[in-house]
């Protein structure tokens, strides 16, 4: 249930790879982006409104159509919500505001069983083992297939991107912009100097490591671009804005 998926692979062969945002709770709106052909789904619960029975409804519903990778951005970098979050399926985790060689050490640790970390094991009985009976193959098999993901989100994590990048482990490394302008008390204002620079010393840094570097994007355009500009992965929409661009532009072109 939890194997490598398309995202790693892919990233792995050195392709550029796109992803979408689930910030509902809609297994029917997951199943519609499931099938879409992305290379990864992000399923929000920094933001969104889901819960771990969603989630897992949306993890089904998403594999059902496809063999896109899915996984969950937690609402804090805590042991118990990556343990939940692996157990149903998910087949890695999203990190938010990670400031610290610390803090990346934590995430990988609350990814890994003993004697490499620290999650608690229940292979014998989670979804993720299919109910236990792939639990040797899962137990053998996860730690080469998680995706860990981090986000640098503060100045503070801006300087320490070489130490984060440091930890075994950490496979990705994601800008989140807003909250990086807001880092710096000019939230949103993307085309402030001081902005600018924090996002290309954050985007230059992470290139310079190794690691796999991420952000949000919007448009084809803009994506493209970054994507140009030396991104492998990008999350470039959301069920959500989907939803409203294609409902506002139809109302806006109606003659009525």
């Given at each position: ?11 792995k ?9 689930l ?41 059902s ?30 990190f ?25 094991a ?16 899962y ?14 989100e ?19 490394l994601?800008?989140g ?43 084809s355009?803009r ?17 959500t ?16």
């Open positions: 249930m939890n194997g490598i998926g398309r995202l790693k692979n892919k990233l062969a050195g392709q550029k790879t796109a992803g979408a945002w910030f509902t709770g809609s297994s029917e709106m997951a199943e519609v982006m499931g099938g879409c052909g992305f290379d990864a789904i992000m399923i929000d619960h920094e933001h969104g409104g889901g819960d771990l029975r969603t989630s897992m409804d949306q993890h089904r519903a998403i594999r159509v496809g063999d896109t990778s899915v996984f969950m951005r937690i609402p804090v970098n805590d042991p118990i919500e990556v343990k939940r979050a692996l157990d149903i399926g998910m087949e890695g985790i999203m938010p505001s990670v400031n610290t060689a610390a803090e990346a050490q934590m995430a990988v640790d609350a990814c890994r069983y003993p004697p490499n970390g620290t999650r608690g229940g292979f014998g009985a989670a979804r993720a083992a299919l109910y236990g009976r792939h639990a040797e193959e137990r053998r098999d996860f730690e080469d297939n998680v995706m860990i993901i981090c986000q640098i503060t100045a503070e994590a801006v300087a320490n991107i070489e130490e984060i990048a440091a930890v075994d482990g950490v496979d990705m994601f800008i912009p807003y909250d990086l302008s807001g880092s710096i008390g000019k939230l949103g204002e993307f085309a402030d100097p001081d902005v600018k620079a924090q996002f290309e010393l954050a985007r230059d840094k992470i290139k310079k490591s190794g690691k796999w570097l991420g952000c949000i994007s919007t448009g355009a994506t493209n671009e970054m994507f140009a500009e030396g991104f492998d992965f990008l999350l470039c929409a959301a069920e804005s989907l939803l409203a661009a294609a409902a506002d532009q139809l109302l806006d072109e109606l003659t009525i």
